[in-house]
């Protein structure tokens, strides 16, 4: 395959409620900064990564083409599904030969609607959807599923907050985990212990339903710079507490990619594609083995993560439980550090979370802190779907 | 253009108001089996899949290619989802084409669908942000005021739309899977009906359809059965609100034509392509796209409709399907564009087919006439 | 006077509670299991499977075997007759078709009724399932009726959304709601947007520069609308591009004071503002544009 690299990577400071910014003003200035970083005014290819039942409207990704100064007419294309998928197609396009650079871009406001509710609609519209069956309460079936240590967890999400308050882009989220989410409302939330979340079967744990979990409304959130932010509240669905819960975030971020003689042109430490690979699994959740991730240990051995060390792995993780199931499935070493950003636990901008992840796991390429990285994006309930990209300095 | 990509399979089911009898995942089965069993092959032969379709308020489904994975034998495979508007199918048949060019796989499966009846389009098309006054009732209420600045730039006569609306109905009566077939259909019977949005009349717009398409591609190495070759792919997109665009004769139309003839050695559309698949979604959009794509000279597109030489029998057929005009299940009617240009240059078009077709152009466009997806397929190796 | 009104007098003929019918030992079975929600046939000696169970062969009159056979519980319709207009004592309130369902293991048909909605639903070979009463009693009853496979589900689908207008959005608002177009203009390619904007669609530049431009402008093209909408008047109304004077790019906008057959490509049009007390962050400030007089723009 033809050697093709990311040459620069850009992110919003990404906020927790609505700035009331539109799409294409999201966008911007992730444009302009990954446009200054190579000089360049056009690309070879354009591809894009983005939601409608996100932003509640049909053909969102229309009016991003406006902050891109499309003109003259660009080729491109969009995927309804994360950037990370647009960064493949682009990858694709780039292998034919005739053009040498890719503009990729992901962006997503989940603060809009409840999230939960929204993703429930990506289930099967005949039995899994009429259920009511919310993004949590899937992800809850996943984590009984695994039968994760309670402690294990929270210590993911304590290392993935104090990473994130070392990531300019990420949410300042508290090291406390349950007590600090909503101190208002407290005695909703039940605080769950290690010793009563370990059911047996995945088939013991009854989801509740739609209607009896409080949605978290935007209006809940108090409103204005990152560092401000109290994560808004999400009651637990055993064994889930809320903190192993991604937070609600807004955010865009954008990628270049290049091959050939461009590559050095643009990039003092390029961060080359060794190896990218995606892989769905089927999708009814009681059709699958959800302890485990096929089809991410299958991307993974067709990127040839294991054929060497890797430094650094930035996993889209957005429930603390898929830490632990990625790491198996994508085999990593012991040593591998993982997600150093603080990864979606810390900002989860949907639809631009799994892009994020391959860019900042080139970005520590682009300074020299690592040599080979892994960047990892799923889609679909339960990791359904998971894409894996090596790269190497 | 990368590795040489082939057609090998083509499957479509029937087109019609509401298919009661199939779930959405029966649906694009019964496409994508078809387009299988014309390839001579079955899901285990197939490396990847792609799947478009229009928005998703359609269906009410969110990104339903995750609940499709099973039904269209992803499993373990790599599926992608494309959404560029009304041109997705258009972009799925590039996507599913460029994996191949790319040299990453050598057989995928491309499957695009609607099924409309689900829930009503215009109210899809239709939902508005708050805020965002707009005064556009579906995408009839978005053309018409593009197709009213044709007629007035070009003088064409009023009844040219009607000669592609009865044009591309007459062909529809010999495509067995088409939605709209009205026995009889002529110029009174089309201008009998009434102004939707004037100027477009009931009979000159397309219908809402159930339905899907699929088609399998491959590798030069993994052609089997008879092959529709690539000669060129192509897609571009312009900005919605740029000062100054030309919405009747877009810019992005043109470069993508221009993009895709080079590719394939095209220097005279008119004379060297045999048949055309063109996105005709309003009739009145064949003499415009005439002109954007270069068959005519600008302001000269409604007289080639005039004169027949796009009819079934006329030196450049478009749309001997019967077109979006009589079939239009909105995520499919691009791939079922490039799916027919593929039919033409197999020779397996059946009652449509055109005589020694060896060169097809499929088009698709959408958003506000802004994406653009093009392909060029030949019965030749490039 | 003797009259000539009729002698007219109601008569009830109705055994007090009801009859108490003994049903043997087959109808006994079949509703019996009816009332479990199970619907069972008999076999025939010659191996024929009889629903409802006969305690004899119909054929033949020979004794059925005693061997019960679960059948449906989904059924082949075979024949139909539809209702119209309901009387009180059939099972439903509405249409619906009495019809003779083979269900499926039976070599009989079952005579009930079926819920079908739509005559149209219910031709020879239409595939029906039981709707089982709630509270079952042992009766034949005790299936409500019977409807048509199910083939469609409806799904409602309603998420929320919490819109804010921000950015470059709320600054043209803001205008509008003083009775102002906002627009902007290009450092670039000098081009004036409206409304404002954030950045260039053509070269992708930040806009700083804010205009303040007329309410007057030329309709460049339009369309005359027959269909209801809930945002126009009346029907027919016409949305038009108007090119604000001194703008590069038109507004899709309403127009109104003019009939919709005598609005021109080039007319001139102000904007009609609702009075200002009325006045919020939104497009609804201009009513609708409408002609000002002067003579036609000459279009490009």
Same mark, same amino acid.
């Given at each position: 395959?033809?050697?093709?690299?990311?040459?620069?990577?850009?992110?919003?400071?990404?906020?927790?409620?609505?700035?009331?910014?539109?799409?294409?003003?999201?966008?911007?200035?992730?444009?302009?900064?990954?446009?200054?970083?190579?000089?360049?005014?056009?690309?070879?290819?354009?591809?894009?990564?983005?939601?409608?039942?996100?932003?509640?409207?049909?053909?969102?990704?229309?009016?991003?083409?406006?902050?891109?100064?499309?003109?003259?007419?660009?080729?491109?294309?969009?995927?309804?599904?994360?950037?990370?998928?647009?960064?493949?197609?682009?990858?694709?396009?780039?292998?034919?030969?005739?053009?040498?650079?890719?503009?990729?871009?992901?962006?997503?406001?989940?603060?809009?609607?409840?999230?939960?509710?929204?993703?429930?609609?990506?289930?099967?519209?005949?039995?899994?959807?009429?259920?009511?069956?919310?993004?949590?309460?899937?992800?809850?079936?996943?984590?009984?599923?695994?039968?994760?240590?309670?402690?294990?967890?929270?210590?993911?999400?304590?290392?993935?907050?104090? @990473?994130? &308050?070392?990531? =300019?882009?990420? /949410?300042?989220?508290? $090291?406390?985990?349950?007590? +600090?989410? #909503?101190?208002?409302? !407290?005695?909703?939330?039940?605080?769950?212990?290690?010793?009563?979340?370990?059911?047996?079967?995945?088939?013991?744990?009854?989801?509740?339903?739609?209607?009896?979990?409080?949605?978290?409304?935007?209006?809940?959130?108090?409103?204005?710079?990152?560092?401000?932010?109290?994560?808004?509240?999400?009651?637990?669905?055993?064994?889930?507490?809320?903190?192993?819960?991604?937070?609600?975030?807004?955010?865009?971020?954008?990628?270049?990619?290049?091959?050939?003689?461009?590559?050095?042109?643009?990039?003092?430490?390029?961060?080359?594609?060794?190896?990218? @690979?995606? &892989?769905?699994? =089927?999708?009814? /959740?009681?059709?699958? $083995?959800?302890?485990?991730? +096929?089809? #991410?240990?299958?991307? !993974?051995?067709?990127?040839?993560?294991?054929?060497?060390?890797?430094?650094?792995?930035?996993?889209?993780?957005?429930?603390?439980?898929?830490?632990?199931?990625?790491?198996?499935?994508?085999?990593?070493?012991?040593?591998?550090?993982?997600?150093?950003?603080?990864?979606?636990?810390?900002?989860?901008?949907?639809?631009?979370?799994?892009?994020?992840?391959?860019?900042?796991?080139?970005?520590?390429?682009?300074?020299?802190?690592?040599?080979?990285?892994?960047?990892?994006?799923?889609?679909?309930?339960?990791?359904?779907?998971?894409?894996?990209?090596?790269?190497?300095? | 253009?990368?590795?040489?990509?082939?057609?090998?399979?083509?499957?479509?089911?029937?087109?019609?108001?509401?298919?009661?009898?199939?779930?959405?995942?029966?649906?694009?089965?019964?496409?994508?089996?078809?387009?299988?069993?014309?390839?001579?092959?079955?899901?285990?032969?197939?490396?990847?899949?792609?799947?478009?379709?229009?928005?998703?308020?359609?269906?009410?489904?969110?990104?339903?290619?995750?609940?499709?994975?099973?039904?269209?034998?992803?499993?373990?495979?790599?599926?992608?989802?494309?959404?560029?508007?009304?041109?997705?199918?258009?972009?799925?048949?590039?996507?599913?084409?460029?994996?191949?060019?790319?040299?990453?796989?050598?057989?995928?499966?491309?499957?695009?669908?609607?099924?409309?009846?689900?829930?009503?389009?215009?109210?899809?098309?239709?939902?508005?942000?708050?805020?965002?006054?707009?005064?556009?009732?579906?995408?009839?209420?978005?053309?018409?005021?593009?197709?009213?600045?044709?007629?007035?730039?070009?003088?064409?006569?009023?009844?040219?739309?009607?000669?592609?609306?009865?044009?591309?109905?007459?062909?529809?009566?010999?495509?067995?899977?088409?939605?709209?077939?009205?026995?009889?259909?002529?110029?009174?019977?089309?201008?009998?009906?009434?102004?939707?949005?004037?100027?477009?009349?009931?009979?000159?717009?397309?219908?809402?359809?159930?339905?899907?398409?699929?088609?399998?591609?491959?590798?030069?190495?993994?052609?089997?059965?008879?092959?529709?070759?690539?000669?060129?792919?192509?897609?571009?997109?312009?900005?919605?609100?740029?000062?100054?665009?030309?919405?009747?004769?877009?810019?992005?139309?043109?470069?993508?034509?221009?993009?895709?003839?080079?590719?394939?050695?095209?220097?005279?559309?008119?004379?060297?392509?045999?048949?055309?698949?063109?996105?005709?979604?309003?009739?009145?959009?064949?003499?415009?796209?005439?002109?954007?794509?270069?068959?005519?000279?600008?302001?000269?597109?409604?007289?080639?409709?005039?004169?027949?030489?796009?009819?079934?029998?006329?030196?450049?057929?478009?749309?001997?399907?019967?077109?979006?005009?009589?079939?239009?299940?909105?995520?499919?009617?691009?791939?079922?564009?490039?799916?027919?240009?593929?039919?033409?240059?197999?020779?397996?078009?059946?009652?449509?087919?055109?005589?020694?077709?060896?060169?097809?152009?499929?088009?698709?466009?959408?958003?506000?006439?802004?994406?653009?997806?093009?392909?060029?397929?030949?019965?030749?190796?490039? | 006077?003797?009259?000539?009104?009729?002698?007219?007098?109601?008569?009830?003929?109705?055994?007090?509670?009801?009859?108490?019918?003994?049903?043997?030992?087959?109808?006994?079975?079949?509703?019996?299991?009816?009332?479990?929600?199970?619907?069972?046939?008999?076999?025939?000696?010659?191996?024929?499977?009889?629903?409802?169970?006969?305690?004899?062969?119909?054929?033949?009159?020979?004794?059925?075997?005693?061997?019960?056979?679960?059948?449906?519980?989904?059924?082949?319709?075979?024949?139909?007759?539809?209702?119209?207009?309901?009387?009180?004592?059939?099972?439903?309130?509405?249409?619906?078709?009495?019809?003779?369902?083979?269900?499926?293991?039976?070599?009989?048909?079952?005579?009930?009724?079926?819920?079908?909605?739509?005559?149209?639903?219910?031709?020879?070979?239409?595939?029906?399932?039981?709707?089982?009463?709630?509270?079952?009693?042992?009766?034949?009853?005790?299936?409500?009726?019977?409807?048509?496979?199910?083939?469609?589900?409806?799904?409602?689908?309603?998420?929320?959304?919490?819109?804010?207008?921000?950015?470059?959005?709320?600054?043209?608002?803001?205008?509008?709601?003083?009775?102002?177009?906002?627009?902007?203009?290009?450092?670039?390619?000098?081009?004036?947007?409206?409304?404002?904007?954030?950045?260039?669609?053509?070269?992708?530049?930040?806009?700083?520069?804010?205009?303040?431009?007329?309410?007057?402008?030329?309709?460049?093209?339009?369309?005359?609308?027959?269909?209801?909408?809930?945002?126009?008047?009346?029907?027919?109304?016409?949305?038009?591009?108007?090119?604000?004077?001194?703008?590069?790019?038109?507004?899709?906008?309403?127009?109104?004071?003019?009939?919709?057959?005598?609005?021109?490509?080039?007319?001139?049009?102000?904007?009609?503002?609702?009075?200002?007390?009325?006045?919020?962050?939104?497009?609804?400030?201009?009513?609708?544009?409408?002609?000002?007089?002067?003579?036609?723009?000459?279009?490009?």
């Amino acid at each position: 395959m033809r050697d093709v690299a990311i040459v620069a990577f850009a992110q919003t400071e990404h906020t927790a409620s609505d700035s009331g910014q539109s799409e294409p003003e999201l966008i911007l200035p992730v444009i302009e900064e990954v446009k200054e970083r190579t000089g360049l005014r056009r690309f070879g290819f354009t591809c894009s990564g983005s939601c409608d039942y996100l932003a509640g409207a049909p053909f969102s990704f229309v009016s991003a083409l406006d902050a891109l100064g499309a003109w003259p007419p660009i080729s491109e294309s969009h995927v309804e599904m994360d950037g990370a998928w647009a960064l493949y197609e682009a990858w694709v396009r780039l292998q034919h030969g005739d053009v040498d650079t890719a503009l990729v871009y992901g962006f997503g406001k989940s603060s809009l609607g409840d999230l939960r509710s929204i993703m429930t609609l990506q289930l099967d519209p005949y039995y899994l959807a009429p259920l009511g069956l919310d993004q949590v309460s899937f992800a809850a079936l996943q984590a009984a599923a695994v039968r994760a240590d309670r402690a294990e967890l929270d210590a993911i999400v304590r290392r993935s907050r104090a @990473a994130g &308050r070392d990531n =300019p882009y990420a /949410l300042d989220l508290p $090291d406390e985990l349950t007590d +600090a989410v #909503a101190p208002s409302r !407290a005695s909703d939330v039940a605080p769950s212990r290690a010793s009563d979340v370990v059911p047996s079967r995945a088939s013991d744990v009854v989801p509740s339903r739609a209607s009896d979990v409080v949605p978290s409304r935007a209006s809940d959130v108090v409103p204005s710079r990152a560092s401000d932010v109290v994560p808004s509240r999400v009651s637990d669905i055993e064994p889930l507490r809320a903190s192993d819960v991604a937070p609600i975030t807004d955010g865009a971020a954008a990628v270049v990619l290049a091959a050939g003689d461009a590559v050095a042109e643009l990039c003092a430490r390029p961060a080359y594609i060794r190896g990218i @690979a995606h &892989r769905i699994e =089927p999708h009814y /959740l009681g059709m699958r $083995d959800l302890a485990r991730s +096929a089809s #991410a240990a299958d991307a !993974a051995r067709a990127a040839g993560v294991g054929k060497g060390p890797v430094e650094v792995a930035e996993l889209h993780t957005q429930f603390a439980h898929e830490e632990i199931i990625l790491r198996r499935a994508l085999e990593l070493p012991a040593d591998t550090v993982v997600n150093p950003s603080g990864g979606p636990l810390a900002a989860n901008p949907v639809m631009a979370a799994g892009l994020i992840r391959i860019g900042a796991a080139a970005a520590r390429i682009h300074d020299g802190t690592a040599s080979r990285t892994v960047g990892h994006a799923a889609g679909g309930p339960c990791l359904q779907h998971n894409l894996v990209t090596v790269l190497e300095g | 253009m990368g590795n040489r990509c082939a057609v090998i399979g083509v499957g479509q089911t029937r087109y019609t108001t509401k298919r009661r009898d199939v779930s959405i995942a029966g649906l694009v089965r019964e496409a994508a089996l078809r387009a299988l069993e014309d390839a001579g092959l079955t899901f285990k032969d197939i490396d990847a899949v792609v799947v478009g379709k229009a928005p998703d308020l359609f269906e009410g489904v969110m990104m339903p290619e995750a609940y499709l994975a099973d039904a269209l034998g992803a499993a373990g495979k790599p599926m992608m989802r494309v959404h560029t508007a009304g041109s997705v199918g258009g972009s799925t048949a590039l996507v599913g084409a460029s994996l191949v060019q790319g040299g990453v796989h050598d057989r995928v499966l491309v499957v695009a669908f609607e099924k409309q009846s689900e829930s009503n389009a215009t109210w899809a098309l239709s939902t508005h942000l708050p805020f965002n006054a707009s005064l556009v009732v579906g995408a009839g209420g978005y053309f018409a005021p593009h197709i009213r600045e044709y007629m007035r730039r070009t003088g064409a006569p009023d009844h040219i739309g009607t000669l592609v609306a009865v044009k591309d109905r007459l062909n529809a009566l010999k495509n067995p899977y088409a939605h709209l077939r009205i026995p009889g259909i002529d110029r009174a019977m089309v201008e009998s009906t009434p102004m939707l949005w004037e100027p477009i009349r009931y009979l000159e717009t397309c219908p809402s359809s159930d339905g899907a398409c699929a088609m399998v591609l491959a590798s030069e190495s993994a052609v089997t059965g008879t092959p529709a070759w690539v000669h060129g792919t192509a897609m571009r997109s312009e900005p919605i609100f740029r000062a100054g665009r030309d919405t009747v004769n877009p810019q992005g139309g043109k470069d993508c034509a221009a993009d895709v003839y080079r590719q394939a050695g095209v220097t005279d559309p008119r004379r060297q392509i045999d048949v055309a698949e063109v996105y005709v979604p309003f009739s009145w959009y064949e003499p415009m796209w005439l002109e954007n794509l270069g068959f005519a000279a600008e302001g000269e597109g409604w007289k080639l409709t005039e004169s027949g030489a796009t009819a079934l029998d006329g030196d450049i057929p478009w749309n001997a399907s019967g077109g979006v005009l009589s079939s239009n299940p909105i995520g499919a009617s691009g791939l079922i564009r490039f799916a027919e240009a593929a039919l033409q240059v197999r020779d397996m078009a059946g009652e449509h087919q055109v005589d020694g077709a060896r060169l097809a152009l499929g088009h698709a466009y959408g958003g506000g006439a802004q994406f653009f997806a093009m392909w060029i397929v030949g019965r030749e190796r490039p | 006077m003797e009259t000539s009104e009729p002698l007219v007098a109601r008569h009830v003929l109705e055994f007090p509670g009801g009859y108490t019918r003994t049903t043997g030992p087959v109808i006994g079975r079949f509703l019996t299991e009816l009332r479990a929600g199970r619907i069972v046939g008999v076999r025939t000696a010659e191996g024929r499977v009889l629903v409802p169970p006969l305690e004899y062969d119909p054929a033949t009159g020979d004794p059925v075997t005693d061997e019960y056979v679960e059948v449906g519980p989904a059924g082949t319709v075979t024949a139909s007759a539809w209702v119209q207009e309901p009387r009180p004592e059939h099972p439903l309130d509405r249409p619906f078709a009495w019809a003779l369902i083979r269900l499926d293991g039976a070599d009989t048909t079952l005579v009930h009724a079926v819920d079908a909605g739509d005559p149209k639903a219910l031709r020879p070979g239409a595939r029906v399932w039981p709707v089982w009463r709630e509270r079952r009693e042992g009766g034949i009853t005790d299936i409500a009726c019977f409807r048509p496979e199910v083939t469609m589900i409806v799904s409602p689908v309603r998420p929320e959304y919490r819109i804010q207008a921000g950015g470059a959005l709320r600054t043209f608002l803001e205008g509008v709601r003083r009775g102002v177009f906002l627009g902007g203009r290009c450092a670039t390619c000098a081009k004036v947007y409206v409304p404002f904007r954030a950045s260039c669609p053509e070269c992708g530049t930040r806009i700083a520069e804010q205009v303040e431009l007329p309410d007057t402008g030329t309709i460049t093209t339009f369309a005359i609308n027959n269909l209801p909408d809930p945002r126009a008047p009346e029907v027919p109304f016409v949305s038009a591009y108007i090119l604000l004077d001194g703008a590069d790019i038109p507004m899709i906008a309403l127009v109104g004071g003019v009939p919709a057959h005598e609005v021109r490509q080039g007319m001139r049009v102000r904007a009609e503002w609702v009075p200002e007390s009325e006045r919020t962050l939104s497009m609804a400030n201009v009513r609708w544009f409408t002609p000002t007089g002067e003579e036609d723009a000459e279009l490009s």
